[in-house]
């Protein structure tokens, strides 16, 4: 298949009578060269199966298709579904669900094509054009319900994913950061300008590969509690982690600071400067207190 330009895109939509939705955040990608980066650093073989979030017209798919053994491309869009059934039709590795993503069980679809030709599958990767407005829940939903991928490498929002690379100390660090390097460790693959899409959109992208830990970074002793730590920390950033973890499991000021005093970090201390570890420990010891 060859890639599309923005003026094939236009004679894709005059065709088939397709309108770009504003509601699903279509942003279609033209450059090849950004196309190829993505493939590359997803480090897709002909033993792995691959699920594309939003495939759009399939000009991602087509290129990942030509590498992997099987796609699994989950497109909400019905009104896409004929034109991809078009542009991906001299693939016999290709397969096309019109699905909600966030209503997928990812599991589930792994699980049901857990070998291609006879072989077990090597690895699953993750790839895709997320829409800005539900990078983060879709992220999330991935990650929380650990569905058995290798690797996510997507496209996004820059400013999201300068919040996920973010590194402690720093203003775009946050829960999100906290969120997703405990799942995963984070590589920078490119910054995408917003001349590149068709339309386009108001502001400029990243692709980043999340490479999902086999272990997570620190020990918990419940991980529930660690992100009801890692939330109200940043709940109300300019609040000190003494008044921001007050009432969290039921704990009162003093208890959060005999807490904080007991493993050595300074109750005044705001959560944008805590580490993983940190948070970790502060975690455990409101375990420890809460359970005795």
Do not use: W
């Not at 599991?107 to 030709?117: D, H, L, T």
């Amino acid at each position: 298949m060859k890639l599309y330009a923005p003026s094939t895109i236009r004679q894709i939509k005059e065709e088939y009578g397709f309108r770009l939705s504003k509601s699903l955040g279509q942003n279609f990608l033209t450059d090849k060269n950004i196309i190829d980066k993505i493939i590359e650093e997803s480090f897709i073989n002909e033993n792995d199966l691959v699920i594309e979030i939003g495939p759009g017209i399939g000009v991602l798919t087509s290129e990942a298709a030509a590498q992997a053994g099987k796609i699994i491309a989950v497109e909400i869009d019905k009104n896409l579904i004929p034109i991809l059934q078009n542009t991906l039709g001299e693939y016999d590795n290709v397969e096309i669900l019109n699905k909600d993503i966030l209503k997928t069980d990812l599991n589930e679809v792994i699980q049901q094509n857990s070998e291609i030709n006879g072989q077990p599958v090597k690895a699953v990767r993750i790839i895709g054009n997320l829409p800005y407005y539900i990078t983060t829940p879709i992220i999330m939903k991935i990650l929380e319900d650990g569905v058995k991928a290798d690797s996510i490498t997507i496209m996004m929002q820059k400013e999201v994913a300068d919040r996920i690379k973010a590194e402690a100390g720093k203003k775009t660090y946050g829960a999100l950061s906290v969120a997703v390097q405990y799942y995963c460790t984070v590589h920078h693959v490119a910054n995408v300008p917003k001349e590149v899409f068709m339309p386009q959109p108001k502001v400029d992208s990243t692709v980043i590969r999340l490479d999902i830990r086999k272990e997570k970074p620190v020990d918990l002793k419940d991980e529930k509690i660690f992100f009801q730590c890692v939330k109200a920390g940043f709940g109300q950033r300019r609040k000190t982690m003494l008044n921001s973890l007050t009432g969290v499991c039921g704990l009162s000021k003093e208890q959060v600071g005999r807490v904080m005093e007991s493993i050595g970090i300074d109750s005044g201390r705001r959560a944008e400067t805590m580490s993983i570890v940190e948070f970790a420990k502060l975690a455990n010891s409101v375990y420890d207190l809460i359970r005795n």
